[in-house]
């Protein structure tokens, strides 16, 4: 008798044609045969083995080097299902167009079997899925990202309980590109590109836009977020989870080197991307990080930004589309530390003059394991998640968004989510810098109507306990010359303090239309110097930019129609008026 696994493995076999089925099993051995056979092809090109044993570089296809939002589907057989802000086509459509351009794009080539656990291997919280592919990176990069091979057999036995994602590089040609999820049936196509977040399937579109559809289905929460520890002095560690959007500060959140380090404050990584939340018996909520390694942003990270993925990238790490010094192969991008004295290759693999642009591509990434940061917590792989006792929301905004804000209560909490608002970076194709609405940091990542995720939002609440605070941040407020005003990366560890303070009810607060922001003395500027001038213009609330705000949230609410809970609504209109009467007062 075969198993589910092995009828589908047959069933894609039949359609993609490969001329040999590969079963992996994770192990070092496998993982060398796959770099030795890449180097031989040239999709890996060798770094310094001697600085960085382990290390190579993949330079994808200069047509596919980010997201590509526009070809990614929520196939549910509703179009309300997948709501406003989600491409939509039915599944048998989907299936009827997407189908042939898997039918024999395997002929000639390996199909890769690739069993995976996301969460933790003995953790309840977390599931399996196997990813079938032609692309030896997306083998080599799963099994960093997740738990790979053989233990996901193991987990799996003879079940079905399983996510299929069927992955093909296909021409690469962007016109025959699609990235596909049914929901319903949990199940992920993906077809015609070799990046990153469309082709390792357990990223984001099993993570997050299947599991933010189970999560609702079985009371949990898939979130686009960071976990990180915050130690105080007395050894104590505050967990905290974070979503910004994609190239807004994840990663270096959750692995900085707090500039407090003198005074007993330190930060811990559980995870940089993805958090699965649930509830516990006692109330609390407990979060896992479902990955294993992590994909960040290779420009900016130097050794003054993010010192411990530095750290991290000494051996076996993937460097994709980075730029590459000619003489002694080390990797380099925009921000890492000047120009080398040597020639460059850029990410396209040319020589490298100034006036031609970024030598790295400015979404250049490096994949690595999480446990090779200095940073990693003793806590990260606990099977019953830790406890989460504040929620940050942040983006990207030149203007209008203080340093940091706390909201009232959980439900205004929810609505400071819900009317995020970052701009666009080159984690996806598209322009770059324009303001767009991002809820949660979901809008490319909720596997489901976002009027629906609200609700679930508002009932995760009512559920917990002793509900986490909810804050909101914004490194990135400029003054009018366009300077940022706030030095970020590791100095962002006195905003945690203050948000940590505030959990505790040490620290004072001054009520605004928005939310409260640190009173005059409670953000702790030791060791900093910040002009008086930038504290205030970073902790200010316009109310005419917040009017504007108040009318382009409720314009993006309106496409809910009535999937949006009155609540949302509620708090709109309460927002409204407190800027109103706050506007009189000052008047
Ligand atoms: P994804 O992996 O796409 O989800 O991104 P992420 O949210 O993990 O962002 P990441 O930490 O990789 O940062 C993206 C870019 O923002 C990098 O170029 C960083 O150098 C820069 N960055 C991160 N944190 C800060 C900060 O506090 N201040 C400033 N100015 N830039 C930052
Ligand atoms: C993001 O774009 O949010 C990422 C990178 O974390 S990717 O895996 O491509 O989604
Ligand atoms: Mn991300």
Redesign the pocket.
Not at 244 to 253: D, I, R, V, Y
């Given at each position: 008798m075969s198993t589910p696994l092995e009828r589908w493995v047959d069933e894609s076999a039949r359609l993609t044609k490969p001329s040999k089925i590969v079963w992996c099993d994770g192990s070092k051995a496998e993982n060398d045969r796959l770099a030795d056979e890449m180097l031989r092809d040239g999709t890996y090109i060798e770094l310094n083995q001697k600085t960085r044993p382990g290390c190579y570089l993949h330079r994808s296809n200069p047509n596919d080097v980010a997201r590509t939002e526009g070809i990614t589907y929520i196939c549910t057989r509703q179009k309300d299902d997948a709501g406003p802000t989600n491409n939509w086509m039915s599944p048998l459509e989907a299936k009827e167009k997407v189908r042939p351009l898997f039918d024999g794009a395997m002929k000639g080539r390996t199909m890769y079997v690739v069993p995976y656990i996301l969460g933790p291997v003995n953790s309840p919280f977390s599931k399996v899925g196997v990813e079938i592919t032609d692309s030896p990176y997306v083998v080599a990069s799963m099994r960093i990202m997740s738990r790979m091979g053989q233990a996901a057999l193991d987990r799996l036995g003879g079940s079905d309980d399983f996510v299929p994602g069927l992955h093909s590089l296909g021409d690469l040609n962007p016109d025959r590109r699609f990235v596909l999820h049914f929901p319903e049936e949990k199940l992920i196509w993906s077809v015609g590109s070799g990046y990153g977040g469309n082709a390792l399937l357990g990223k984001k579109c099993f993570a997050l836009r299947i599991a933010s559809y189970m999560a609702r289905e079985q009371g949990w929460m898939a979130e686009?977020m960071?976990i990180l520890g915050l130690e105080d002095p007395s050894g104590k560690v505050t967990y905290m989870a974070a979503a910004?959007?994609?190239?807004?500060?994840?990663?270096?959140?959750a692995m900085m080197v707090s500039a407090l380090e003198n005074s007993g404050y330190r930060v811990w990584t559980v995870g940089?991307?993805i958090a699965w939340m649930h509830i516990a018996s006692d109330g609390s909520l407990r979060a896992i990080n479902p990955e294993a390694g992590f994909?960040?942003?290779a420009?900016?990270?130097n050794a003054k930004?993010n010192p411990n993925v530095r750290t991290a990238l000494q051996h076996d790490a993937i460097f994709t589309n980075v730029a590459m010094t000619a003489t002694s192969r080390e990797p380099w991008w925009e921000?890492i530390n000047g120009l080398p004295q040597e020639e460059l290759i850029n990410w396209k693999g040319e020589a490298w003059k100034p006036g031609m642009g970024p030598a790295a591509h400015p979404n250049s990434r490096y994949t690595v394991s999480a446990n090779q940061s200095p940073s990693i917590s003793a806590h990260w792989e606990d099977p019953e998640g830790i406890p989460i006792s504040a929620i940050i929301f942040g983006g990207r905004r030149a203007r209008v968004a203080p340093l940091v804000y706390q909201s009232r209560d959980w439900q205004h909490g929810v609505f400071v989510g819900a009317t995020m608002a970052s701009e666009t970076?080159a984690?996806a194709t598209g322009a770059v810098g324009v303001t767009r609405r991002d809820p949660m940091a979901m809008i490319p990542f909720c596997g489901y109507n976002m009027g629906d995720y609200f609700r679930h939002w508002l009932e995760m609440g009512s559920r917990l306990e002793n509900a986490p605070k909810i804050f909101h941040v914004n490194?990135?407020r400029r003054d009018r010359s366009g300077k940022?005003l706030?030095p970020?990366?590791g100095e962002?560890v006195r905003v945690l303090k203050w948000m940590l303070d505030r959990i505790e009810e040490r620290a004072d607060a001054t009520e605004t239309p928005i939310g409260d922001v640190p009173a005059p003395g409670s953000l702790d500027l030791d060791g900093l110097a910040i002009p008086r001038e930038s504290l205030d213009e970073l902790l200010r609330v316009d109310p005419g930019d917040w009017t504007e705000e108040v009318a382009a949230t409720g314009k993006f609410f309106e496409k809910f129609g009535n999937r949006l809970p009155d609540e949302i609504r509620t708090e709109h209109k309460a927002l409204a008026d407190r800027l109103q009467r706050s506007s009189v007062v000052t008047k």
């Open positions: 686009h960071l910004f959007p994609s190239a807004c500060g994840k990663t270096n959140l940089d991307d994909f960040g942003v420009p900016g990270t930004t921000g970076t984690a490194w990135f940022l706030w970020g990366y962002n």
